[in-house]
């Protein structure tokens, strides 16, 4: 079993940068993909990126390409979500999660789940 810790959530202004982050417990973390998923209130949860178990491969929904980076250290099990540029409609709760299939946008495809950390942009 994977347990997923997320951490570095706040409040921001708009244009500001928060970097997140999602530590995994267990020794397999290298196995997996490592995906960033967003849920803001009365919406349901999206997809926003993620990155193949050797870092390799990243993709990100359009509403963030070119503002989001993920990247991940597997020697310390922890995935990473930078964000730049923020705006209002970036708040939600963001979740990590993990799938041992390929890079997907599917949040059916993922197995494990973190509890989330809010992240909130203010205009």
């Known amino acids: 079993q994977v347990r997923l810790l997320e951490s570095g959530g706040g409040l921001v202004q708009a244009g500001g940068s928060l970097r997140l982050s999602c530590a995994a417990s267990?020794?397999?973390?290298?196995?997996?993909?490592m995906g960033w998923f967003r849920q803001a209130p009365g919406k349901e949860r999206e997809f926003v990126a993620v990155?193949?178990?050797?870092?390799?491969?990243?993709h990100y929904a359009d509403y963030v390409k070119g503002r989001f980076t993920i990247s991940r250290d597997n020697a310390k099990n922890t995935v990473y979500l930078q964000m730049n540029s923020l705006k209002p409609e970036d708040t939600a709760v963001y979740y990590c999660?993990?799938?041992?299939?390929?890079?997907?946008?599917?949040?059916?495809?993922?197995?494990?789940w973190g509890q989330g950390t809010q992240v909130t942009v203010s205009s």
């Open positions: 999660a993990s799938t041992a299939l390929a890079v997907t946008t599917e949040p059916q495809a993922y197995h494990y």
């Open positions: 267990g020794r397999t973390f290298s196995s997996y993909a």
């Open positions: 990155i193949e178990k050797n870092g390799a491969i990243k």
